[in-house]
């Protein structure tokens, strides 16, 4: 019984593929010892976090670096006084990422939509352009053939009148 109890196995820890923070495997710290490290790590976290949000409440706007770098813990989505200072600084830096994101989109868009009202303004003058060019020549050609039966009906005529006084 003796011996089972302080067999230990399998003392290499590999880091996890997805979490870098995180080591898959056996602890090295006993269970006991590491309850205490836990307790105490939260403890110095509650208290640097008090001291983060008094100096983060005179900033106005937060580094983007510094935002990316923190990550939202259960702690500030689980606890009953409501999400933590830091989890609003988050969620409002990735806010205002999209929002630059969706003003930089917005800002291409109207210049697409400005070039694009110019090359169909200058297309509605090419248009009018082209249909007073066919209406010129719509006429010119009418002209033509209006110049046309003309000369072939004085032709027409005057070979009658030839006729008629070679007839004589």
């Known amino acids: 019984e003796n011996?089972?109890?302080?067999?230990?196995?399998f003392k290499v820890l590999q880091k996890n593929a997805k979490d870098k923070e995180n080591l898959?495997?056996?602890?090295i710290v006993p269970i006991g010892k590491e309850i205490l490290g836990k307790q105490k790590a939260e403890l110095e976290e509650e208290k640097s976090g008090q001291k983060k949000r008094k100096q983060t409440s005179q900033h106005v706007q937060t580094d983007s670096e510094e935002s990316?770098?923190?990550q939202i813990t259960e702690a500030d989505l689980t606890s009953t006084a409501g999400p933590s200072q830091k989890y609003w600084e988050i969620l409002a830096e990735k806010r205002r990422v999209a929002l630059e994101d969706a003003l930089k989109e917005n800002e291409a868009l109207h210049e697409e939509v400005k070039s694009l009202k110019a090359e169909l303004d200058q297309a509605h003058?090419?248009?009018?352009e082209t249909n007073k060019m066919v209406e010129t020549?719509?006429?010119m050609i009418q002209g033509n053939e209006e110049a046309e039966e003309d000369a072939d009906q004085e032709e027409a005529a005057n070979a009658n009148e030839e006729e008629e006084a070679a007839g004589e």
């Open 3 to 9: 011996l089972k109890n302080n067999r230990r196995t």
């Open 24 to 27: 898959v495997g056996r602890s």
């Open 68 to 70: 990316c770098d923190q």
């Open 125 to 128: 003058a090419m248009l009018d």
């Open 137 to 139: 020549l719509s006429e």
